[in-house]
């Protein structure tokens, strides 16, 4: 295994580190006052002007849909990714990810690498027929609309995905969808154009052939936007929030269907994959920043007559954050490279191994940080406390942690009873 960064690697950190230092911190704090402008006039999901801003800088210098990766499979995603992209591998990508980690409410959607667009566009690129590749993922791949994608539901454990019981029935040239989701993230955004729900398609058949998908515009009668979800009292309106929405009788072409029916719960499982390995990268960059603000905190706060950095508990904060930084980006690295060589199913385990690891690698050196601002680091004086809530929520996202340890056991288990 070879980790080291290539040159083309090296090339684009240096853009983008350039671009973070010009032009993504220097916003952070106009992006923050816009926010809370917005927040402020009764229309909190209304874009900060500074993102358009940043991405015409962005696809400018050619920092654009660097996630679309070459690698993933073969055929239409990859020359979708070498045509809209900068096609780069998996292990091409993870540095970068990590660098826009440290700004993540601004810089991923400002290199078009936010989630959900990501997810829905990898979807698209594999799976869509080409009308869905020409209204759909051509726009979001262009920056001009966003997405929703809608899983999650309130009345199930949608932890397994086949419980998901939001109907999707044919009828004619048309599918008829009613259900309830919640978590729709990127719902709330006013430009979000495309929701991609999940729902069921044959109730009789095996329990992992009953889910489909489906494209639907999010303007068609039926649908109904019931309230957003705060994350720990944060709206994330940067991210476009979270939406409980109901579908009552909403009616779709039957061109509609992603792939076709019964093919749901196999779609979702090549949508999550990339999608975990790229926010455990973002997660390091956000650790990352954590430290670096808990060292600077440190070193220049007095108490009892000396800096906090003279302190043991906070030098070994600092120290146990290093490690389990370290360990953490060694091991979605080796992911990735696995992902570029045996592909995502070959990577299956160390998929699951970065989701458990890195989110919480992420709130604990965030809560240490924390710990060091002291007051200030629950307030919005800093961004520590929307960075904490963000990597907290990952141990839910994409599959609890629980899920994924109980897949890792039983196929660990595997080797000794047979």
């Not at 800096?307 to 290093?322: K, M, T, Y």
Request: aromatic share 6%; hydrophobic share 40%; glycine share 8%.
């Amino acid at each position: 295994m070879d980790f080291g960064y290539d040159a083309r690697t090296e090339e684009f950190c240096d853009k983008l580190l350039a671009f973070m230092d010009e032009h993504v911190y220097p916003a952070e704090a106009r992006f923050g006052a816009q926010v809370a402008d917005a927040a402020a006039s009764g229309n909190p999901w209304q874009r900060p002007p500074v993102i358009d801003e940043l991405k015409a800088i962005a696809r400018g210098q050619g920092l654009w849909n660097l996630f679309l990766t070459v690698r993933d499979h073969p055929g239409q995603i990859a020359r979708i990714a070498q045509e809209h992209g900068a096609g780069l591998t998996n292990l091409q990508y993870a540095p970068l990810a990590e660098i826009t980690g440290r700004s993540g409410a601004i810089a991923p959607e400002a290199l078009n690498c936010s989630a959900p667009d990501t997810g829905n566009m990898e979807v698209l690129a594999e799976f869509g027929s080409p009308e869905q590749v020409e209204r759909w993922l051509i726009p979001l791949l262009n920056g001009e609309i966003r997405s929703a994608f809608c899983m999650t539901e309130p009345d199930v454990a949608s932890s397994d995905a086949t419980n998901i019981s939001t109907s999707i029935t044919r009828d004619g040239d048309e599918y008829v969808i009613n259900g309830r989701k919640w978590w729709s993230s990127g719902a709330m955004d006013p430009r979000c154009e495309l929701f991609i729900v999940m729902g069921k398609t044959n109730t009789g058949a095996d329990r992992h052939k009953q889910q489909s998908m489906i494209c639907v515009p999010s303007d068609t009668p039926g649908i109904t936007i019931k309230r957003s979800m705060r994350v720990f009292g944060f709206t994330d309106a940067s991210h476009g929030g979270h939406a409980e929405i109901e579908f009552s009788d909403v009616r779709v072409p039957a061109s509609s269907l992603i792939a076709g029916e019964g093919e749901g719960f196999a779609i979702a499982q090549a949508r999550l994959g990339p999608g975990r390995i790229h926010h455990c990268m973002r997660q390091i960059g956000s650790a990352e920043r954590a430290l670096e603000a808990m060292c600077l905190r440190a070193t220049n706060r007095v108490a009892w007559g000396k800096p906090l950095a003279d302190q043991g508990v906070v030098q070994d904060w600092i120290a146990e954050s290093r490690v389990r930084i370290e360990q953490a980006r060694l091991l979605v690295l080796k992911t990735a490279w696995l992902m570029d060589t045996v592909g995502n199913k070959g990577a299956h385990t160390e998929i699951q191994a970065i989701k458990i690891a890195v989110p919480a690698m992420a709130e604990w050196v965030i809560d240490k940080a924390i710990q060091v601002h002291g007051g200030g680091g629950v307030s919005q004086e800093f961004p520590l406390a929307q960075a904490w809530a963000a990597a907290r929520v990952l141990r839910f996202a994409d599959g609890p942690d629980e899920v994924h340890k109980r897949s890792m056991a039983r196929r660990e288990l595997r080797k000794y009873q047979s």
